[in-house]
């Protein structure tokens, strides 16, 4: 054959070639593709970890929802318990005259507006006339926060009166309570 004839240099160099032809080849088809796929296979890995550490934080942050959400029940029912389970508008109108008369305030008109419901409450809706000073009806809605049963002063209105430092004021009350075919067990989200 032709590589019998060649000398031992020659034979040498071609053997060279080969191997160094074998060299580039196994590098170009076999090993920058398995280094490429290794590359894919580690950013995979390390997309992996980032979503496993963000799930993590999600499992974390369903125990602070949970325990929110159980805080917020145990509210709710402690409100429930203050609900009384009727309108009692006698009551209501004895506290209102009780935290007026405290403040020296005093009640021009009291007029009982159409009861709405809301989920498992009932609000008995009040608008209130009010005269006496800026102060004495400020003490006044202060004091309305600290009362036995759940009452929201949802609209105010002050008028000046021929006196300089009495005002007159039209207050809308929103008195909440539990109807008697409520149920105290039934948690419901409504407008408060």
Not at 70 to 80: A, D, I, Q, S, V
Not at 106 to 112: G, Q, S, V
Request: net charge negative.
């Amino acid at each position: 054959m032709i590589l019998s004839k060649l000398s031992k240099r020659e034979r040498f160099l071609l053997a060279l070639l080969a191997i160094l032809i074998l060299v580039v080849f196994g590098h170009s088809y076999i090993y920058q593709p398995l280094r490429a796929e290794l590359k894919s296979l580690a950013a995979a890995v390390e997309e992996t970890k980032e979503l496993l550490a963000q799930q993590s934080q999600l499992v974390a942050g369903d125990r602070d929802l949970e325990e929110e959400y159980r805080r917020r029940e145990e509210n709710y029912r402690e409100l429930l318990m203050l609900l009384p389970d009727n309108k009692d508008l006698p009551a209501l109108l004895l506290e209102l005259e009780r935290a007026l008369q405290s403040r020296d305030v005093a009640l021009l008109a009291f007029e009982p507006l159409e009861e709405e419901r809301v989920g498992t409450l009932a609000l008995s809706p009040l608008r209130l006339g009010l005269r006496g000073s800026f102060g004495d009806i400020a003490a006044f809605l202060e004091e309305l926060a600290t009362f036995p049963r759940l009452i929201r002063a949802v609209e105010l209105n002050l008028y000046g009166d021929k006196d300089g430092d009495v005002v007159r004021a039209d207050l809308y009350l929103e008195a909440y309570y539990l109807p008697a075919d409520g149920d105290n067990n039934e948690v419901t989200w409504g407008r408060y």
